[in-house]
């Protein structure tokens, strides 16, 4: 029988490059963020749509974490437009 694979995170398993995987990982956490502002906020989805510059239905998609809906650069604009500023570090591995 075979061992079966063992992997550091989810993104890890389902990406194919460790690169896919960082930004998987990265677009993830900028989607928590983003949602968590907006719970803070206490806004509703059409709310969060007018501040964020997009459509309610694309606010749906964020806070349920469709991870693969969003690139890397929607998710800085939207929260630019939320007036947050995103930082981003490196670190060895």
Known sequence: ?????????IWDAIADTPGQAT?????A???????AFVKNQGWT?????????VTQPRI??????RVSR????A?????S???CRVRIDLEAA
């Open 45 to 53: 989805q059409a709310e969060a749509a007018q501040h964020c510059g």
């Open 1 to 9: 029988m075979k061992k079966p694979e063992s992997y550091e995170s």
């Open 75 to 79: 998710l800085v604009n939207i929260s």
């Open 60 to 65: 749906n998609d964020l806070l349920r974490g």
């Open 81 to 83: 437009a939320l007036g």
């Open 23 to 27: 930004n998987l990982r990265v677009r």
């Open 29 to 35: 956490e900028l989607m928590r963020q983003i949602a």
């Open 70 to 73: 969003f690139s890397l650069d």
